[in-house]
């Protein structure tokens, strides 16, 4: 029986280093594992971190060039004003020297029509006529003449 009990605790003993030696396996590869899932948890963590910064980066960036967009818009909107503005003053100035224009061909027009009328009336004393006519302000026929300059006028 004795050697059956010292085979028999031999054989456990076998066992037990055996089971030992596994779980030092098992705990070894438990280790190895849980130390790879740490360093695999922080890459995930560092490359999330980048993404993050790389975010942020963006955010900001996206931020400068939106302020530069509404500045630039806010500049073009005031010039637009500024030229509209001006285009109306232009427009109303264009509107009154056109009405002027018409107010001085319709003048033209009585002059030379009154000039027609004097010279058709008085055919018989042409001198007394031409003195009449530089003597009474509503017969400028002589206003209606262009102005001829020539460079030797104002020599001295």
Not at 33 to 57: G, I, T
Not at 107 to 128: A, P, V, Y
Not at 129 to 135: G, I, L
């Amino acid at each position: 029986m004795a050697s059956s009990s010292g085979n028999s605790s031999g054989s456990t003993q076998l066992q037990n280093s055996g089971s030992e030696e596994q779980v030092v396996l098992v705990d070894q590869r438990k280790r190895k594992r849980m130390l790879s899932n740490r360093e695999s948890a922080r890459r995930s963590r560092m490359k999330k971190q980048k993404y993050l910064d790389d975010l942020m980066a963006q955010v900001t960036q996206l931020r400068t060039d939106n302020n530069q967009i509404l500045t630039a818009i806010n500049v073009t909107t005031q010039n637009f004003l500024n030229i509209e503005s001006e285009n109306s003053i232009l427009r109303a100035q264009m509107m009154e020297l056109d009405h002027r224009l018409d107010s001085l061909n319709e003048i033209l027009d009585c002059i030379n029509t009154s000039n027609g009328i004097f010279e058709n009336d008085h055919h018989e004393d042409l001198q007394t006529s031409a003195d009449h006519a530089f003597m009474n302000p509503l017969n400028l026929f002589y206003l209606n003449q262009p102005i001829m300059a020539s460079p030797d006028l104002f020599q001295y």
